[in-house]
């Protein structure tokens, strides 16, 4: 079993940033790749970044490239989203999630992932 809980959402200025934590307890967190994903009101919940388990890669949805960064910190079992120059559209609950698959690409489909966290909420106002 894997324990997820995001932190850091709120509301923000078009342009501005924000940092979603996300940490992760009960087993090894070097083992799993993890994942941001998010979803609209309305809209299916769609891929927004994933990081290996070193952290040595990182994989972007186009919509954020350049904008987010995801990091993590195995010695503190957590995992970062830097959102820069945000957007209207990245209005959206924020989820993190782990992949335990012992993979050799990272995924960006939620059928990838084995656990997911509750979500933050983010709202970019304009």
């Known amino acids: 079993q894997v324990q997820l809980a995001e932190s850091g959402g709120g509301l923000v200025q078009a342009g501005g940033s924000l940092r979603l934590s996300c940490a992760a307890s009960g087993r090894a967190f070097r083992s799993f790749a993890m994942g941001w994903f998010r979803q609209a009101p309305g809209k299916e919940r769609e891929f927004v970044a994933a990081?290996?388990?070193?952290?040595?890669?990182?994989y972007y949805a186009d919509s954020v490239k350049g904008r987010f960064t995801i990091s993590r910190d195995n010695a503190r079992n957590t995992v970062s989203l830097r959102m820069n120059n945000v957007k209207v559209e990245d209005t959206a609950v924020y989820y993190c999630?782990?992949?335990?698959?012992?993979?050799?690409?990272?995924?960006?489909?939620?059928?990838?992932?084995?656990?997911w966290g509750q979500g933050t909420q983010v709202t970019v106002s304009s």
């Open positions: 990081i290996s388990r070193s952290g040595s890669r990182t």
């Open positions: 999630a782990a992949d335990l698959e012992d993979r050799t690409w990272l995924g960006d489909h939620a059928d990838d992932y084995d656990y």
